[in-house]
């Protein structure tokens, strides 16, 4: 099969199984497969794909792209992806360019992650500023084996170990986390359902965290038309400067405030 089929199949198929965006994920498929970027599979149309079909049955099944490539992009980072734990998403990554902006004038800041997940937030927060003394904290066996692997692969040096919201009262310079927020799966992408429920599927964690962190800064991601709640909740636990950042759909996506 040479690339021009492959991506005409592939776009074929994924469209016809309800894809949002069939003709990017056929080129990521086959650039995976070459070893190329997206617009690198253009090169030569005319080259022979191999083993396309077993990813592209799984993407035609609706697993998410990232498990189905086993890696994912994460501001400078490539992260190693599986279903134990979620695709790391771009609005997240404005969660780490706010706490980063926050540790802007501290030296050697305590950062404490809370759902580490596959490590993106506590890794990128690592990656980009050195000096900062990074944990990361879940409940998911699977996710803290995931995270650590994700640290070794990277060579940044970030303690990951077993824990839930209560270590966010152990004292930090900033506490982040991207708690789930998610009332129910029913009618969302079918993605969705591949990803760990444990941490999509909840409420009550954001009031949670703001009660008992004990830490200068307090950066949370949120849900679409969550926001506001959230902000009132920081300022009533005391919390100054509470701000709302959008993400680049324009969502309301992150608040923040201080102690």
């Known amino acids: 099969m040479t690339v021009r089929e492959a991506l005409l199949q592939a776009e074929a198929r994924l469209r016809a199984a309800g894809v949002d965006t069939p003709r990017v994920d056929a080129e990521l498929l086959v650039g995976h497969l070459l070893g190329v970027t997206r617009t690198g599979v253009y090169a030569d149309m005319d080259a022979p794909v191999e083993g396309l079909e077993p990813l592209l049955a799984r993407r035609e099944g609706r697993e998410p792209l990232a498990y189905v490539l086993g890696e994912w992009g994460f501001r400078r980072l490539t992260l190693k992806t599986d279903a134990r734990a979620l695709v790391p998403r771009p609005e997240t990554e404005i969660v780490v360019e706010r706490a980063l902006a926050l540790l802007a004038d501290r030296t050697s800041p305590r950062v404490l992650d809370i759902g580490v997940g596959s490590g ?18 879940d409940v998911s066996p699977g996710a803290l084996a995931l995270a650590r692997e994700n640290a070794q692969l990277l060579g940044l040096e970030v303690d990951i170990r077993a824990g839930d919201l209560d270590a966010a009262a152990e004292g930090w310079d900033l506490v982040v986390s991207n708690p789930p927020y998610i009332d129910s799966l029913d009618g969302l992408q079918p993605e969705l359902g591949r990803e760990p429920a444990l941490a ?60």
Request: glycine residues 12%; aromatic residues 4%.
């Open 120 to 137: 993106a937030i506590a890794l990128a927060i690592k990656d980009e500023r050195p000096d900062a003394r990074v944990t990361g904290v």
């Open 200 to 259: 999509l599927v909840g409420s009550g964690f954001h009031a949670a965290i703001a009660r008992v962190a004990a830490t200068r800064f307090l950066v949370l991601e949120v849900g679409d038309g969550q926001a506001a709640a959230v902000a009132a909740t920081l300022e009533a636990e005391g919390y100054r400067g509470v701000r709302v950042t959008r993400d680049l759909a324009g969502i309301e996506r992150v608040v923040e405030g201080a102690r």
